[in-house]
């Protein structure tokens, strides 16, 4: 199977891969596994508190070059988003923008949700 340039590019040069400081309280962290495969994806956003805007992302990821890509990716496009846009991220767009093949669906998948666990995460240390 052929990866795509996109993919290879994302995977060669990975964006914003490490982790911010523990116990930064503007920081969201979501852990996801992908059951098919066994890969795991740990994205963190990094929240402006007052604005509600995502100023920076990280991701590690365990796993394929397609999760990799697919985490680089995110990282790249929750920056400037509020919240409520970064939910808005489909794991179709991932594989659109990457040229997923369909065995490599599952692996943009993880980033959607990888996504949504950070919000939420954020959004739960945050609740009034
Ligand atoms: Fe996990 Fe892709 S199957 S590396
Ligand atoms: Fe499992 Fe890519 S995340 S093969």
Same mark, same amino acid.
């Given at each position: 199977?052929?990866?795509?340039?996109?993919?290879?590019?994302?995977?060669?040069?990975?964006?914003?891969?490490?982790?911010?400081?523990?116990? /930064?309280?503007? %920081?969201? &962290?979501?852990? @996801?596994?992908?059951?098919?495969?066994? !890969?795991?994806?740990?994205?963190?956003?990094? %929240?402006?508190?007052?604005?509600? %805007?995502?100023? /920076?992302?990280?991701?590690?990821?365990?796993?394929?070059?397609? #999760?990799?890509?697919?985490?680089?990716? @995110?990282?790249?496009? %929750?920056?400037?988003? &509020?919240? /409520? =846009?970064?939910?808005?991220?489909?794991?179709?767009?991932?594989? =659109? =923008?990457? +040229?997923?093949?369909?065995?490599?669906?599952?692996?943009?998948?993880?980033? =959607? !949700?990888?996504?949504?666990? #950070?919000?939420?995460?954020?959004?739960?240390?945050? +609740?009034?």
């Amino acid at each position: 199977m052929a990866y795509s340039d996109k993919v290879i590019d994302h995977y060669e040069n990975p964006r914003n891969v490490g982790s911010f400081e523990k116990g /930064d309280e503007t %920081v969201g &962290t979501g852990m @996801v596994g992908a059951p098919a495969c066994g !890969d795991v994806m740990k994205l963190q956003i990094k %929240v402006n508190p007052s604005t509600g %805007v995502i100023e /920076d992302a990280r991701f590690k990821t365990y796993g394929c070059g397609s #999760a990799i890509a697919s985490s680089s990716l @995110v990282t790249e496009w %929750v920056r400037g988003k &509020t919240l /409520d =846009e970064a939910l808005a991220i489909k794991n179709t767009q991932i594989a =659109e =923008e990457l +040229a997923l093949p369909p065995v490599k669906i599952h692996c943009s998948i993880l980033a =959607e !949700d990888a996504i949504k666990a #950070a919000v939420s995460d954020y959004k739960t240390k945050h +609740a009034a």
